[in-house]
């Protein structure tokens, strides 16, 4: 049998297991921050009857810069903001993986950096492997909030070409707040022009405002979103970015044309008319997040504080072989391999009930 390693693969990729959680089929599963309930039956007929006009269109390729779409989404943010956003700022694709690939092969690539604040989102420093970018691994204090000083102190040592800031951070929950936000920014232009990547896929969820209001004025300033998580659309596959409009143009030299097909656009834009019903979930969810950490809290485990849809756990002597117990009682979460912890997802009422009910028998357990 052929294995990877056999063929000529880069260097780089040798060895390498590809990234993503575990699909199990376990009764309650809270290991990738989707929402929990299903689309409402309104908007899924709604996505039906888009899809079906687009269907009909589908001899012809899609509208490779999915105006009406960015067109909606620069509502979006704009209503939920305060702040004027025009279309030329908005920039989408499928999911924000894609989004954030994108920026990396027009700003990243062979023989630059982009440096990230760990642990966070391990997709920044896998997609930055895939586009041949060095990565580099920026600090985080032992409570997991950035560190003003000791993440300057990394941007001025490495002069990264691309920074990652994950506000509210996974798998932490940490939000980070926009003076410090700035602060980093500052340090990084000093360092060398370069690109400042906000991660805002949790920022529905958070107490902390979207840093949208800082992009005027900073052309170097992205903020990445996403329809996964508090729109509830994982299936979707719909990311977007908010920036100064030379910045789409830059990301247009490198997107595949056409990269958002027909049927895409006409589900995320049936979406987007449901938005206020998708957004109801928002508050729901946090009010069970709140819950989780105080039912975790009062079984005796330690929290991190969470602006997410999603709490960090622990802590564990071996979070592994506590993932594990906890899966024996039907319950999936995420060992993210941060060690000591775990992130379980805010779902339904009925399933954290059965996931606080897990980790209170294994408390005994262990
Ligand atoms: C889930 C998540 C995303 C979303 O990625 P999509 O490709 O839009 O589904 C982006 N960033 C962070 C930090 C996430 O946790």
Known sequence: MTRIDDLPIRDELRGKSPYGAPQLDVPVQLNTNENPYPLPEPLVERIAERVREAARGLNRYPDREAV???????????????HPVEVGQVWAANGSNEVIQQLLQAFGGPGRTALGFEPSYSMHSLISRGTGTTWISGPR???????????????????PHVVFVTSPNNPTGTAVDADTVLSLYEAAQAARPSLFVVDEAYVEFSHRPSLLPLLAGRPNLVLSRTM????????????????????????????????????????ALAALEHTDTLLKYVEQLKAERDRLVTGLRSAGYEVTDSDANFVQFGRFEDSHAAWQTILGHGVLVRDNGVPGWLRVSAGTPAE???????????????
């Open 141 to 159: 204090d032992a409570d997991f909030t950035v560190d003003v000083e000791a993440a300057r102190a990394a941007i001025a040592e490495h002069r």
């Open 68 to 82: 009406e779409l960015r067109t909606r989404l620069a509502a979006y943010l704009t209503r939920t903001t305060g």
């Open 352 to 366: 954290n009930d059965a996931f606080l009910d897990a980790v209170r028998a294994i408390k005994k357990e262990l």
């Open 228 to 267: 996964s998580k508090a729109f509830g659309a994982a299936g979707l596959r719909l990311g977007y970015l908010a920036a100064d409009p030379a910045v789409v143009d830059a990301v247009r030299l490198v997107r595949l044309p056409y990269h958002l097909s027909s049927v895409t656009q006409a589900t």
